[in-house]
């Protein structure tokens, strides 16, 4: 089975919902001509990155109710369609989260667990943190989305993996940082040294976008990615600039990989739950909980 | 396989990409003034290499025809810097005016006239600032920062004068690195070679009114404030005791130039502590 994937890195303007959503609307209309399957924008698309006060302004909520969903699940009629937004919840905590729109419907929401509150990094802050990892069927297999900080722990990725994902969609808004003498970004160069690590340790597809442009001195790179579950790199989209970029997946590639590889037939899970209790029940102050 | 030697005055590398690095640079001068509705700039052209990079930078990022570059030469001013600066107009093809500033600050020297050399220097910084803000109004473009990370660092800069600015594209490059980064550029060789001066009076240099060089500045600063380093790792390292002690120090004396005043808190919501928007809100 061919899957064909749009990954789209834009630019937002900061706390202007409005504005964005005209954005999506145009790049999903792009992502159709192309013939795209499944389209995906970065964290925080319809807002912008660093909300602070204006957390409270841009939430929404992923319904037919919602003024800035509607459209975006009538649109999902055309294909699958992953977004960033700010979530208000029924209690009206907010969180970061990711919505994936299929068929006009809001099939899965994730909530950002790890929210970064260090360095240049506010977002506990501002934000409730999210407090489940789950993967989610869709008309191309079972996948799980995670949301930039998310995948810098190794353990939500593991667990989407147990949960039966075998597409990984990752979006970020990764603010850019680290110059040395590399044509790459200390940034860039981490987050797709992850990347692949995942697509190889879980012989799984992983697909991610990060947006780009300005906010105030912050600049986002961009350089979305898709790596095949070899660990190959299958499409890079370009650093720092507005791109749409397109790349057909064949599923079967889990198929061969896993039989050459079978680190998923092999992953002792029962063994990792019964050590992880021991761990975390020794009372061992040192242990990692 | 690279291997990673412990830092020492010898070995730390300040070496930066240009290409990546003059791409965000371009890239954030030309966001930060465009989704203002502004699409020109204004820049102070000392005839020095920090503000010859940012008008190349500007000029690249905006169109030489949007970058307004300002001489403001005052009596002693070296013949040098504006014959530098010239070069840097032509080279860039940016426009440019001359702005003589003697006539504007002698008579603020003349009601005292036991003033000393930094008084003077701070009026004159300011006097720059002033003729650089009118002419933001008169060309509609927003001034351009030219301070660098270790000038900033080290507060040797005069407070709402060199350092006021819309937007600062050079804050954070040590001084090697605007040097390294001038090179690529093709900043003339005149600017890149000559010993960095306020050329607020003859003969005044940098790295003589400091006491120390940018070079050794750059790197100690670099594990200081890269690297977090303590003061103490840093003699370990191998820098001497009375330089990171006065390097420290300038560092922490001088932080209030790098803050906006603080507010006396009273109400539920105070700018400054939780009435927390970036600048580019809504844009």
Not at chain 1, 277 to 287: E, P, Y
């Given at each position: 089975?061919k ?5 789209a ?14 954005k ?8 159709q ?10 964290e925080?698309?319809?807002?912008g ?7 409270p ?12 969903f509607?459209?975006?699940?009538d649109?999902?009629h ?27 419907e809001?099939?899965?929401?994730h ?5 970064p ?5 506010d977002e ?12 989610f ?8 989305m995670l949301?930039?900080e ?11 993996w147990l949960d ?12 850019g940082?680290g110059?040395?003498?590399?044509p ?5 160069r981490?987050?797709n040294h ?13 697909i991610?976008?990060n947006r ?8 986002f790179?961009g350089?979305?990615a898709?790596y095949?579950?070899?660990?190959n790199l299958?499409?890079e989209?370009p650093f ?6 397109l790349v057909?997946?064949d599923?079967n ?9 079978p680190?998923?037939?092999d992953?002792?899970?029962?063994l990792v739950q019964?050590?992880?209790?021991r761990?975390?029940?020794s ?5 990692g909980? | ?19 990546l ?5 371009t890239g954030f001068?030309?966001?930060e003034?465009?989704?203002t509705?502004?699409?020109r700039?204004?820049i ?14 500007a000029?690249?990022?905006l ?6 570059a300002?001489?403001m030469?005052y009596k002693?001013s ?13 080279a860039t093809?940016?426009?440019s ?12 020297f003349?009601r005292?006239?036991d003033?000393n050399?930094?008084?003077k ?5 300011r006097?720059?600032?002033i003729?650089?803000?009118?002419q933001s109004?008169?060309?509609n473009?927003?001034v ?16 709402f004068g060199?350092s006021a ?7 954070d ?11 690529a ?5 005149s600017?890149?070679?000559?010993p ?9 240099t ?15 600063l ?15 390292a ?5 330089f990171?002690k ?7 004396r001088?932080h ?17 502590y939780?009435?927390?928007y ?6």
């Amino acid at each position: 089975m061919k899957l064909s994937i749009a990954l789209a890195q834009i630019n937002t303007v900061l706390g202007n919902v409005k504005r964005n959503l005209d954005k999506h609307l145009e790049y999903i209309e792009q992502a159709q001509a192309a013939g795209s399957d499944l389209l995906i924008f970065p964290e925080l698309s319809l807002t912008g990155y660093v909300l602070q006060d204006l957390v409270p302004t841009v939430a929404c909520r992923p319904n037919h109710d919602d003024p800035v969903f509607r459209p975006l699940l009538d649109a999902s009629h055309k294909m699958d369609i992953m977004v960033g937004f700010v979530e208000e919840d029924v209690r009206n905590r907010f969180y970061i989260a990711s919505a994936y729109l299929s068929k006009g419907e809001t099939v899965h929401v994730h909530r950002k667990i790890y929210l970064p509150t260090y360095g240049m990094f506010d977002e506990s802050r501002f934000f409730a943190w999210g407090d489940a990892v789950e993967a989610f069927d869709t008309r191309f297999g079972r996948a799980g989305m995670l949301i930039c900080e998310d995948f810098w722990h190794a353990s939500p990725p593991y667990l989407l993996w147990l949960d039966g994902a075998d597409l990984f969609l990752f979006h970020s808004s990764s603010p850019g940082r680290g110059v040395s003498e590399a044509p790459i970004l200390d940034s860039a160069r981490w987050v797709n040294h992850i990347l692949r690590a995942y697509s190889s340790l879980y012989t799984s597809f992983v697909i991610h976008t990060n947006r780009v442009g300005y906010e105030d001195g912050l600049n986002f790179w961009g350089g979305a990615a898709v790596y095949d579950p070899n660990g190959n790199l299958l499409c890079e989209g370009p650093f720092h600039e507005e791109a749409l970029t397109l790349v057909e997946v064949d599923l079967n590639e889990l198929h061969r990989a896993r039989a050459r590889l079978p680190l998923l037939r092999d992953e002792r899970t029962a063994l990792v739950q019964r050590e992880l209790n021991r761990i975390l029940n020794s009372g061992n102050r040192n242990s990692g909980r | 396989m690279v291997t990673r030697k412990l830092l020492t005055p010898q070995n730390i590398d300040l070496s930066i990409n240009t290409d990546l690095t003059r791409k965000i640079l371009t890239g954030f001068i030309h966001s930060e003034i465009t989704r203002t509705g502004f699409t020109r700039a204004v820049i102070g052209l000392s005839g020095g290499l920090d503000s010859a990079l940012v008008c190349f930078l500007a000029a690249e990022a905006l169109g030489p025809e949007n970058v307004l570059a300002v001489r403001m030469p005052y009596k002693t001013s070296s013949p040098d810097s504006l014959e530098d600066a010239q070069k840097v107009i032509d080279a860039t093809g940016v426009q440019s005016m001359t702005v003589e500033i003697t006539a504007m600050v002698e008579p603020l020297f003349a009601r005292f006239p036991d003033m000393n050399n930094t008084r003077k220097g701070n009026i004159m910084a300011r006097q720059r600032m002033i003729v650089l803000y009118d002419q933001s109004a008169a060309f509609n473009g927003l001034v351009i920062g030219t301070g660098n990370k270790t000038e900033i660092l080290l507060g040797y800069t005069t407070q709402f004068g060199d350092s006021a600015c819309a937007l600062n594209p050079i804050g954070d490059l040590y001084k090697a690195q605007v040097r390294q980064l001038s090179k690529a550029l093709g900043v003339p060789d005149s600017i890149i070679t000559k010993p960095p001066s306020a050329d607020l009076w003859a003969g005044q240099t940098d790295e003589n009114e400091l006491g120390f060089t940018y070079a050794d500045a750059d790197k100690l600063l670099y594990l200081l404030v890269d690297q977090r380093y303590t003061a103490e790792e840093c003699i370990e390292a191998g820098f001497s005791p009375s330089f990171v002690k006065a390097v420290v120090e300038r560092v922490r004396r001088f932080h209030y130039k790098r803050m906006l005043p603080p507010i006396a808190k009273i109400s539920n919501r105070t700018i400054g502590y939780d009435f927390l928007y970036l600048r580019d809100w809504g844009t």
